[in-house]
């Protein structure tokens, strides 16, 4: 059974671009969430998609968006990056039979 | 506001030894919680979890301890082995809210020395 999955791995972008990042979920899961990870502030919560639709959403900017397509894969945009962009990037799926989340590896983001 | 707190940043243990990583929670409403385990270069991986109508659940060498009149919890790794070392985060989360959102700490980094 086929993980996570999360791409790109690494992404280096200039002060000011956007970028978009992919997460495709466990096959059958319909609960895709979004987090940040920094240094000293642990992983935080962005945005969490189920059947397409956003169910929550942590205290970031407007700039964070993201969304999640009929097959529950889900994509993450961050417009007008800012340094403190800078971060470790991790999708999680779970369904709704096993609580539980299940990370991908992640999206090292740096902003230049 | 941090609802989650991990204060230990950083533990190291002997191989054999007992490992006891805290996390401390402000929210009496949280019903649900978890750790996760990280690697470098890796997501977290589901290590164990609690319902906060226990006090205790064991899976193998991990067990999860909740106090709920303190709003703490800890896991407890007998005997720790040097695998073990990795990032352990602990997360909180509603789960009778209609949402998956979990609330994570902000870690504590388990060194286990041979």
């Known amino acids: 059974k086929a993980g996570v999955t999360q791409t790109p791995r690494y992404l280096i972008k200039t002060r000011g671009q956007q970028v978009t990042l992919s997460c495709s979920p466990i096959?059958?899961?319909?609960?895709v969430s979004w987090y940040q990870q920094t240094p000293g502030q642990g992983l935080q919560f962005l945005f969490e998609?189920?059947?397409?639709?956003?169910?929550n959403k942590g205290n970031f900017p407007g700039r964070f968006s993201g969304r999640q397509f009929s097959n529950s894969r889900s994509e993450m945009n961050v417009s007008t990056l800012e340094l403190g962009d800078s971060a470790l990037y991790l999708c999680a799926s779970s369904s709704s039979d096993n609580y539980g989340y299940t990370f991908g590896s992640g999206t090292r983001l740096t902003v230049v | 506001d941090q609802q989650v707190k991990q204060n230990s940043p950083s533990l190291s243990v002997q191989e054999g030894r007992i490992s006891i990583l805290n996390c401390d929670y402000t929210n009496s409403m949280f019903d649900y919680f978890l750790w996760y385990k990280k690697y470098p270069a890796e997501g977290p991986t589901f290590l164990i979890s609690i319902s906060s109508i226990k006090d205790k659940n064991e899976d193998g060498r991990f067990t999860v301890f909740l106090n709920k009149s303190a709003k703490h919890l800890s896991l407890h790794i007998v005997p720790s082995q040097p695998g073990d070392s990795a990032v352990y985060f602990c997360?909180?989360?509603?789960?009778?809210?209609?949402?998956?959102?979990?609330?994570f700490g902000t870690g504590t980094r388990l060194q286990v020395f041979p």
């Open positions: 096959s059958g899961h319909r609960s």
């Open positions: 997360a909180a989360s509603l789960l009778n809210y209609n949402t998956d959102k979990l609330i």
């Open positions: 998609y189920f059947s397409e639709t956003q169910r």
